[in-house]
């Protein structure tokens, strides 16, 4: 019965936050889409991506490019920060930066991008908001290949994350 009830109601959540996602890539930053990001986990307070290892993101040894996994990371911190706008209703404009990244070890299966900054990038919108000036906030996200080493970080990433009311 609550398996009926589920399937009545439609798709779940990150289904249809993947799909947006990815129409979204298409359109505006297609080498994204060619990544084929998922949506593991959203809230206002957390976006965990998945980008899966295949042909198109595997490097010549077998492991991610770490183009690719530099992307994840830009869409994981992004797609946080667009529902946060979303849910505002704000005309900010949003870019990043500058980036650091460190690779700890080599990402061999699927990787998982996880930014849990939701509530420090409200207080940004919101003192951009406020002030009509650009603001900025470092932003970090952490990678992991949950299958082969857990929670252990493979790659960490810092973002600048940079916006200004429109």
């Given at each position: 019965l609550i398996v009926m009830a589920t399937v009545s109601r439609g798709k779940p959540s990150t289904?249809?936050?993947?799909m947006a996602l990815r129409l979204w890539c298409w359109r505006h930053i297609p080498l994204l889409a060619w990544i084929r990001p998922s949506v593991v986990a959203m809230d206002g307070d957390r976006c965990i991506l998945r980008v899966p290892l295949s042909r198109r993101t595997r490097n010549h040894l077998?492991?991610?490019?770490?183009?690719?996994?530099?992307?994840?990371?830009?869409?994981?911190?992004?797609?946080?920060?667009?529902?946060?706008?979303?849910?505002?209703?704000?005309?900010?404009?949003?870019?990043?930066?500058?980036?650091?990244?460190?690779?700890?070890?080599?990402?061999?299966?699927?990787v998982h991008f996880a930014?849990?900054?939701?509530?420090?990038?409200?207080?940004?919108?919101?003192r951009a908001d406020a002030s009509g000036e650009r603001e900025n906030l470092p932003v970090r996200v952490v990678a992991t290949v949950p299958s082969r080493f857990g929670d252990e970080p493979v790659a960490t990433f810092e973002l600048t994350l940079s916006v200004k009311r429109r």
């Open positions: 289904f249809r936050e993947t077998g492991s991610m490019y770490f183009g690719v996994l530099c992307s994840g990371a830009d869409a994981a911190a992004a797609l946080l920060g667009f529902r946060l706008l979303r849910e505002r209703g704000s005309r900010i404009s949003v870019i990043f930066k500058d980036a650091r990244a460190e690779f700890l070890k080599r990402a061999e299966a699927d930014c849990e900054q939701g509530s420090e990038i409200r207080a940004l919108l919101d």
